[in-house]
Structures are given as C-alpha cells and as structure tokens.
C-alpha cells in the first residue's frame, strides 16, 4: 500500500502555532509631528512601555509624520475606529464641535508652565475631558509642547508688521482672531502643507513652537523669527472610547501606567527639544532671531486683549472665569 506523503510533507513545512498565546491588541496612535519632538518621543516612550507592561499583548504601532491620517482627517479617523489613539493639538477641537479646547490658544494667557499645569490639572482639564465622551472619545493625558514663536518674510517687531500678512494658523477660531487683533490674514491649514504653502507664498508667515518649525524644516523658509512666547502649543491624549472600555480590565490598567509615565517623560523633555530646536535653527543661519522688547511686548499685549472679549462667548462664559480667577488674571484677560 503506497504511503501518503503529500500530507506529512505539509505538515512538516507549516509554522507550529503557539495555541497559548492569543493574538496581539492592535493600538494605533496616530500623529502629525516628526519623531524627534515632544510628542514623537512621548509617543514611541508609550509604545515600549505599553508593550512591556502588557508583556505583549498589545501592539502599539506609532504613525508619525501625518503618515496615517493628517490634522484635518484624524479625529473622524478615531471616531469611525480607523485609529485607536490621537494627541491632536487642542487648537484642533473645534470642528468637532468643542470650542473650549481653545481656551488654551488665548494669547499671553500662561505666564509660564506651571500655569498650563494649573489648568490642566484642575477642574478644567477635567471638564474638557469629559466634553469628549459624548463624541465618543475618551480623554487620557495632557502632553506639553511649549511655548510659540511668530516668524515671517519680514521682521515682526510691532503689530503694525502683521499688517496683511498672510499667516498658517491651526483650526482654531481664536488662533484666527489673535492674527486678526494683529492686522493679519488667518489661513487655516493642516501642519503637512504648511511648508510648501510657506514656499511657494501662499502664506508667508507662521506660529509655532522651535520643535515643530525645525522638524518640518519651516525655518528654512522664514528669514525672520520673534522670541514672542504669546501662546502654547500642547495635545489631549485621546482614544476611542467604544475600544478603551472593550478592553480587558488589566490591559486596560497596564495602559494607563504607561501613558502616565510616558506623560512624565514627554512633559518632562520638552521645553529641552524645543531649546535645542532654538539652538539648531540659530545655527543653520537662515532665521534672524528678534526678542521682543518690555515695550513691544506691551504694545502685543494691548493688541490682542479684545480676543478676550470677543471669544467669551465661543469658549464659554464660567470656563472663560473659572480659567482666569485659577491664574489669578482679571476677566478681561491680562493687562500690559
Ligand atoms: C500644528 O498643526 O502646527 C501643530 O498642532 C502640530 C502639532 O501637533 O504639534
């Protein structure tokens, strides 16, 4: 009787499944930015510790560099569950129809960091927290950028400068106002055509933070930059909610210890990236620096203290108040 080889020979040749061991949660945490930022670098520190303390059991698969979904795509992304996890900006939760992430976008509103912390670890960070969930969004962390510089095709000293000048802002309507309390022309666009929009002359000027105008090589298009500090760039970390709560308990707990360390190194390096990044820009020579002067900074001051005014109503009345009386700043926002 002849023998049946074919089979033993297939099964020779399949891999051996490992019947203990179930597949991997996948978690895909999408971002705009390049790796080398505060964010970048936070978000690869969740990854390995996310892997470790799961000890495998969840994948977590960092898309740097808009190389997934851009700003304008990726909250819809997590909502439709195309993507686990997001730290958008939080200028960048309006068109979900939440204004008051932009409370954070109100020019010279922090004199410093710790009073960014002091929002965000008080009672307003936990109610913009929780104005995600009936989107579907669970809130996790704040993470820090930093402070934003101003830079353009000429020199920006007075708001005179702005005049006219046609400058990339993030979706947000305070943003816009600020660049419009200047004399400039608010262009909203996502953080990937920037560059080339700034090239090509589209618009001609920017804001941001040191990290982000070197890792997206905007400074090699803007002769000239103002030290101005008027406002701060910082992310929600976020996940959707229908896949947070589908975890399992200890999983689910193993991820929070991650993200909290994870936050406390990428809070912790960042305001570092972003003097390097200073550092590197001012070396490549393309960029003249400005600081701005006590007087011009007053003169700054005073040009954008109608924003205040004129968006109380968008951010919302009491969270308008309670912000200012927690940074102990008068309700019509600070004086020069
Ligand atoms: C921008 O669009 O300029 C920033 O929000 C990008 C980022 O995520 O830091």
């Given at each position: 009787m002849s023998r049946p080889i074919l089979p033993i020979l297939v099964a020779l040749t399949l891999p051996?499944?490992?019947?203990?061991?179930?597949?991997?949660?996948?978690?895909r945490f999408s971002h705009v930015v390049a790796?080398?930022?505060?964010?970048g670098l936070g978000?690869?520190?969740?990854?390995?510790?996310?892997?470790?303390?799961?000890?495998?059991?969840?994948?977590?698969?960092?898309?740097?560099?808009s190389t997934l979904y851009d700003d304008r795509h990726e909250l819809e992304a997590l909502q439709l569950g195309s993507v686990e996890m997001l730290a958008p900006s939080l200028a960048k939760f309006g068109p979900l129809g939440i204004?008051?992430?932009e409370l954070f976008d109100l020019p010279f509103l922090f004199a410093d960091i710790d009073a960014v912390h002091k929002l965000t670890g008080g009672p307003v960070g936990l109610a913009l927290m929780d104005s995600l969930e009936p989107r579907g969004i669970t809130g996790l962390a704040f993470w820090d950028n930093g402070f934003k510089i101003m830079s353009a095709t000429r020199p920006l000293r007075l708001p005179a400068d702005f005049e006219g000048l046609p400058m990339r802002i993030q979706s947000s309507r305070v943003i816009a106002a600020q660049m419009e309390a200047l004399g400039a022309v608010p262009r909203v666009m996502t953080l990937a055509e920037t560059r080339e929009?700034?090239?090509?002359?589209?618009?001609?000027?920017?804001?941001?933070?040191?990290?982000?105008m070197l890792s997206q090589n905007i400074y090699e298009v803007?002769?000239?930059?103002?030290?101005?500090?008027?406002?701060?760039?910082?992310?929600?970390?976020?996940?959707?909610?229908?896949y947070w709560e589908a975890l399992p308990g200890n999983v689910r707990q193993d991820l929070v210890r991650a993200l909290d360390e994870a936050t406390d190194y990428a809070n912790g390096i960042a305001a570092e990236k972003n003097a390097e990044a200073l550092a590197l820009i001012a070396e490549a020579g393309k960029t003249e620096f400005h600081e701005l002067t006590a007087s011009e900074r007053e003169a700054w001051v005073a040009a954008l203290r109608p924003v205040y005014a004129d968006l109380r109503e968008w951010l919302g009345e009491s969270l308008i108040d309670v912000a200012l009386s927690t940074l102990n700043l008068p309700p019509e926002g600070p004086s020069p």
């Open positions: 051996v499944p490992d019947l203990g061991r179930a597949d991997p949660i996948i978690l790796e080398d930022t505060p964010k978000a690869l520190r969740f990854e390995e510790l996310a892997e470790a303390y799961t000890d495998g059991a969840v994948d977590v698969q960092v898309f740097p560099n204004n008051q992430f929009a700034l090239e090509t002359g589209w618009v001609e000027g920017t804001e941001n933070t040191p990290s982000n803007q002769p000239y930059a103002t030290l101005s500090s008027h406002g701060y760039l910082g992310y929600a970390v976020i996940v959707n909610s229908a």
